[in-house]
């Protein structure tokens, strides 16, 4: 039962990421998709 809450961890630091460093959005947005298509294909 992690999976919930990982992608609304990963998501408010995605977003707090590209507050800071708006450079980063390109990777910070690549990072996240990565993660939650792992998690998807994971079933975790």
Known sequence: ??????QPIVALIAGIL???RPSLLNYV????????GLLGLLQL
Not at 1 to 6: D, K, N, V, W
Not at 29 to 36: D, H, M, N, S, T
């Open 18 to 20: 590209i507050l800071v």
């Open 29 to 36: 947005v690549a990072i996240y998709l990565i993660v939650v």
């Open 1 to 6: 039962m992690l999976h919930p809450m990982i």
